[in-house]
């Protein structure tokens, strides 16, 4: 039986020795790589790097390229959690159960080290890919990928439709179009990027693409109804935030067992995506099922 909780073990592993590599611990690191370290190293999943070394695993195999771009692809997500939490956007004071960075620190070295985090990102992809063999056209598409899903036309289209729909109820495909920008376009890249860089062939990245999209609407829907039934103390952050702020969401609009429903039919879409694909892909149909059973 697959053990998923030890795969992410040693998905977590790698990647943050990968990410210890780059910010070694020590107290004369200036004010800003000391606040980019804190968000970088505050005990995340690990989520979407998992998700991308498990799809280069499907197709292929994990290598060290591989490995820079899981690396990457958590600045971005963690650049995108700092700015998320600041006082113009959600105003959050907790993180994975520690202060949020412009609580550490203060609101403009957060806003500084979000940036950071972002831009050292792609340098980490073009100079992993001037050393790499693999062809200069995977490696333009993966930064192109990531670049689309974290710009205008992805993750920040998301994040302003979600700020436009405050105190305003949405219909569920309006819903569907901000979760799948806001969570779902970076959860697609990460999981493009590793079929890409592991030698997916194009109908083999096609079906992963299918996969994360389902996969990436399915974690919001969760974070969704998380923020109405978790645990606050297991989740490292408040809960009923979502309600005060009068966002819409999934529970509010279908209720919490329909919310369910919905995710797990998400789902088992994701899964049928994966028809196609041997024992390699495990990693991958496990993820799928883990996303909705998460408790944080």
């Not at 592991?198 to 996969?211: I, K």
């Not at 297991?234 to 819409?248: I, V, Y």
Request: hydrophobic share 45%.
């Amino acid at each position: 039986m697959f053990d998923l909780q030890a795969y992410l073990e040693r998905c977590r592993e790698w990647v943050n020795g990968d990410i210890e590599r780059r910010f070694p611990e020590g107290e004369t690191a200036p004010r800003l790589y000391a606040a980019m370290a804190y968000s970088l190293k505050a005990g995340g999943k690990r989520v979407r790097p998992a998700l991308c070394l498990a799809a280069a695993e499907a197709v292929g195999t994990v290598d060290d390229d591989v490995l820079a771009a899981a690396t990457a692809l958590e600045m971005v997500h963690t650049y995108s959690l700092i700015h998320d939490d600041l006082p113009a956007m959600d105003d959050d004071a907790l993180r994975r159960g520690r202060p949020t960075c412009h609580m550490a620190f203060d609101e403009a070295t957060a806003i500084l080290a979000g940036d950071a985090l972002l831009t050292l990102a792609f340098n980490i992809l073009a100079e992993t890919a001037l050393a790499s063999d693999k062809p200069p056209a995977v490696w333009m598409q993966v930064i192109q990928g990531l670049a689309f899903a974290a710009g205008p036309q992805g993750m920040i289209e998301g994040q302003m439709l979600d700020i436009a729909s405050e105190n305003k109820t949405l219909s569920k495909q309006e819903l569907k179009r901000t979760h799948a920008l806001k969570t779902g376009a970076m959860i697609v890249a990460a999981v493009e990027t590793g079929a890409l860089l592991g030698g997916g062939n194009p109908t083999q990245v096609g079906h992963l693409r299918a996969y994360a999209g389902h996969i990436g609407l399915a974690f919001q829907v969760t974070d969704d109804i998380l923020n109405v039934s978790g645990d606050p103390e297991l989740m490292g952050k408040a809960t009923g935030t979502d309600q005060e702020r009068n966002k819409s969401t999934y529970p509010a609009l279908m209720g919490l067992a329909q919310s369910r429903i919905f995710a797990a039919d998400l789902v088992a879409k994701a899964l049928q995506a994966l028809d196609n694909f041997d024992n390699r892909s495990q990693p991958l149909r496990a993820l799928a099922t883990y996303i909705i059973e998460r408790r944080r």
